[in-house]
């Protein structure tokens, strides 16, 4: 029986515009919520960077079940880039569209802007 | 009296579509709507009383003005703690100990909010979590409130220090 693996979509705004297509800014993200969340736990949630919405917000998909340590993780961090900064959970999804329907209410001039990584 | 769903107290003054887009109802300002203070008395507004001193926590749990009090440290009283349940006054556990912090200091300051939170439920007092977040990079949305209530009381138990609160005439 083929399995089918199930996301959840964690839409999250940062303090600071972070351009997430920038591979060096992405990767400095991941290492922080490896940090926070450890080895094994990074591998058990597989957080990824998935679209960026506008400049300071973006969703990142982990695996159904280990959403919250990934929002939990993103608590913690506080700094990015050498500088003071905050990533605040915006909403939990199954789906990137009930996300970005969410955005289009919410951010409503920027969501325009939306570019599929 | 005052029911507000999430709600938190900050020590400045966050936009309002901020707010709304990290799902609080309800922030309280520092300096605006309450007052921090180490002891009861003199202040127009509505005050906070955060002290380690049995005496003033008593004191400041039977002044009108105060609606809720803080352990300094987080290390909770027995005896404060249940006046705090006879007069329906809650008592904040600030997590701002938790957020910034590395990893070891964090361990640390979540065993003593463990130790506060376990004490205030246990006697039936009303606990609430609240960030005092100076900056708005320190804020946290109510999900990420939610995670850490989790945290502090174990997962599904978080809603007994996160979530409604009710204020009394003071406000």
Known sequence: ?117 | MIKVKYFDIARFEPDMQFLSRLGYGKVYCVGRDVELAVRPGGARIPQIVASADQGVLFAALKDSNVIGIIFEGNEPIKKVVEKAKELGKPVFLPINVLIGQGQGARGHALGRLRKAAYACIKSGAQARIISLAETREQMISAGQMTGIADLILGQGEGHRIFGSLQLGAAT
């Not at chain 1, 001039?109 to 599929?116: D, F, P, Q, Y």
């Open chain 1, 1 to 117: 029986m083929i399995q089918r693996y199930k996301n959840r979509y964690v839409l999250v705004e940062s303090s600071m515009p972070i351009n997430t297509a920038d591979r060096a800014a992405e990767s400095e993200i991941m290492r922080s919520i490896e940090s926070e969340m450890g080895r094994i736990g990074h591998l058990q949630a597989n957080p990824r960077i998935v679209h960026q919405v506008n400049d300071s917000v973006f969703i990142v998909r982990t695996n159904r079940g280990y959403e919250r340590h990934a929002v939990l993780a993103l608590a913690f961090i506080k700094s990015f880039g050498g500088r003071g900064a905050g990533f605040y959970t915006i909403r939990i999804s199954g789906t990137i569209r009930s996300l970005m329907d969410f955005c289009r209410k919410t951010y409503a001039k920027t969501a325009e802007n939306v570019r599929k990584r």
